[in-house]
């Protein structure tokens, strides 16, 4: 199983971009996939996540409202819709993928690689 994170960049504070999460090796409705992020010195932390086969999402409570999870497994691709960005979402965000829907890092078996989101002030 590989997982490519991509769609990182730098933008101002208030602004959006959209992470995508593209999976290759796995039949993708049967796994569940989250996001999680890692600023410099801290530990990785949840972000949102996304059920195998149903719209079940989940959230921390830092982005909800502003963010967006979501899935197209045609594509075997998850999304996430980051607007109203701000500087403390600067981080390094990962992709993962966990036989269930979990907010516990401890759950996500397989990364990518990590996609760098710089927020300027």
């Known amino acids: 199983v590989q997982l490519q994170a991509s769609g990182g960049g730098l933008v101002q504070a208030g602004g959006s971009l959209r992470l995508s999460c593209s999976a290759s090796?796995?039949?993708?409705?049967?796994?569940?996939v989250g996001w999680f992020r890692q600023a410099p010195g801290k530990e990785r932390e949840f972000v949102a996540a996304i059920a195998r086969s149903d719209d079940r999402t989940y959230y921390a409570d830092s982005v909800k409202g502003r963010f967006t999870i979501s899935r197209e497994n045609s594509k075997k691709t998850v999304y996430l819709q980051m607007n109203g960005l701000k500087p403390e979402d600067t981080a390094v965000y990962y992709c993962g993928m966990s036989p269930f829907i979990s907010m516990s890092i401890l759950t996500y078996n397989y990364w990518g690689q990590g996609t760098l989101v710089t927020v300027s002030s």
């Open positions: 090796g796995q039949p993708f409705p049967r796994v569940a």
